[in-house]
């Protein structure tokens, strides 16, 4: 069964902490449990992807869109949405610095990411977390 749950947010970043909680709460609700590895890397992707919009997204920008999709097989699309057009880029990050890893661990931890287009209502940056059994 396919479940998708979307919702926006302040662009605050008190709404990061907001995004993980409630994107927590409906992966359980729809049976993914605490000790499911999935869930908090869905959870962690979900931070740095809500984080990047607040960071950089546009100021004009007073939401973002904050999208989980519990897939049959347990898999998770995450998508997070915003007005500005830049996409998000890897960049090389010095060892001492304290920012610019976050799409580094998106990289790492989804098994697919990339950006959609809006067209001009801006952007969706989209993640897919497998579920353990399909790693």
């Known amino acids: 069964m396919l479940r998708r749950n979307s919702f926006r947010l302040p ?3 008190a709404s990061v902490g907001i995004a993980r909680r409630r994107v ?3 992966l359980a609700d729809w049976g993914h449990g605490a000790d499911d590895p ?3 890397d869905v959870v962690l992707l979900v931070s740095e992807l809500a984080t990047n919009v607040v960071r950089h997204g546009p100021l004009l920008e007073r939401e973002f869109e904050v999208a989980v999709t519990a897939l049959a097989d347990g898999s998770c699309l995450i998508e997070v949405s915003d007005e500005g057009r830049m996409e998000p ?3 090389l990050v010095g060892e001492w610095e304290e920012a610019g890893r976050g799409l580094h661990l998106v990289e790492n931890i989804a098994a697919a990411w990339g950006v959609w287009g809006r067209g001009r209502h ?3 940056v ?3 977390v497998l579920a353990p059994a399909n790693t």
Request: aromatic fraction near 6%; glycine fraction near 6%.
């Open 24 to 26: 927590r709460d409906h």
């Open 38 to 40: 999935a869930l908090a």
């Open 122 to 124: 801006g952007k969706t």
């Open 126 to 128: 989209w993640a897919l």
């Open 89 to 91: 880029r890897l960049r």
């Open 11 to 13: 662009r605050h970043p």
